[in-house]
Nanobody, 114 residues
Framework: QVQLVESGGGLVQAGGSLRLSCAASVGISPFDRMGWYRQAPGNQREWVAVITRGGSTNYADSVKGRFTISRDNAKNTVYLQMNNLKPEDTADYYC????????WGQGTQVTVSS
């Protein structure tokens, strides 16, 4: 059974940093790509970052230069390093893995205070 489990969310002041983790029960290699999405209250879920099986990365314009997606195959984990956080980054963050079907984690909450 595929499970994606996020962790690392919390409360941080503007300008601070957090690192989110997404642990995959089946490892990372089965996924064509893995990514992070976020959903703020009252808003639709939006894409944040993606890393492909080949290691290519891409980012939403709103986080480019501040967020970094990476992976550790040995730990079956994908990370999202978030620096210079802004109040508008406040959201529930979700990990996603795609294998022809989208798998989702349960989310982790990030709150950035001004």
């Amino acid at each position: 059974q595929v499970q994606l489990v996020e962790s690392g969310g919390g409360l941080v002041q503007a300008g601070g940093s957090l690192r989110l983790s997404c642990a995959a029960s089946v490892g990372i290699s089965p996924f064509d790509r893995m990514g992070w999405y976020r959903q703020a209250p009252g808003n639709q879920r939006e894409w944040v970052a993606v890393i492909t099986r080949g290691g290519s990365t891409n980012y939403a314009d709103s986080v480019k230069g501040r967020f970094t997606i990476s992976r550790d195959n040995a730990k079956n984990t994908v990370y999202l390093q978030m620096n210079n956080l802004k109040p508008e980054d406040t959201a529930d963050y979700y990990c996603s893995g795609y294998t022809g079907y989208d798998y989702w984690g349960q989310g982790t909450q990030v709150t950035v205070s001004s």
